[in-house]
């Protein structure tokens, strides 16, 4: 069983609002990832980290942000929610070989 | 990017058929590896299979590398309807996914 829990599960916000959205992993993994998929479509890569202070942006433009303080942890925050930031958001994070999704976090903002 | 691309987009199948998914990749690679989806969860992994290898097994699981075509198959024997999900390949080191196959078996 996959130990990367991603908090909230669900969320409803209105426009404006700031939000972070929680991922963290007790495998002590290094490499950590966020990915954005709406319903039956592909995920995209939004942010990654190879490590402690280490973040890079992904293929898809983003408005989000990250940070990497600690190993375990790796928080993705919305500063100004949008509508069209509503989607699902998956944190994973990998060490040598395959990757650990959480269970996802579903924004929805109105 | 080594993003994998998966083949059909969608399959639907009877309980007990088997279910034949292809991904094809562009550039050269290490291993390459299957995941699954379930409705509205996270992605978990099934098998990897590195590229001195044509073929391995997981359970009912069967998956094939064709490092001249640069593609790969994932066939689930037997399938039930608890295999209803979408299935994503990957390239290691790459992490990038494509859009998957849906996979609803009926029961």
């Known amino acids: 069983e996959a130990d990367i829990y991603q908090t909230p599960r669900y969320l409803v916000i209105g426009t404006g609002k700031k939000i972070t959205l929680e991922c963290s992993q007790t495998m002590g993994h290094d490499k950590m990832y966020w990915y954005q998929q709406d319903p039956g479509m592909e995920l995209h890569l939004i942010h990654y980290s190879y490590g402690v202070n280490s973040t890079e942006k992904g293929d898809l433009s983003s408005e989000s942000t990250v940070s990497r303080i600690r190993t375990e942890h790796f928080p993705l925050t919305l500063e100004s929610a949008r509508p069209s930031h509503t989607s699902q958001y998956l944190c994973?994070?990998?060490?040598?070989?395959?990757?650990?999704f959480g269970e996802g976090s579903r924004l929805t903002v109105l | 990017s080594q993003q994998g691309e998966e083949d059909p987009q969608a399959l639907s199948i009877q309980e007990g058929e088997n279910a034949t998914m292809n991904c094809s990749y562009k550039t050269s690679i290490n291993n390459l590896q299957w995941y699954r989806q379930n409705s509205g969860r996270g992605l978990v992994h099934l098998i990897l299979i590195r590229s001195n290898e044509r073929e391995k097994h997981s359970g009912r699981l069967r998956v094939t590398l064709d490092t001249s075509k640069k593609s790969s198959s994932l066939l689930i024997t037997a399938s039930r309807a608890a295999d209803t999900a979408s299935y994503f390949c990957?390239?290691?080191?790459?992490?990038?996914f494509g859009a998957g196959t849906r996979l609803t078996v009926k029961p």
């Open positions: 994973a994070s990998g060490g040598r070989g395959e990757l650990f």
């Open positions: 990957a390239i290691l080191n790459d992490m990038r």
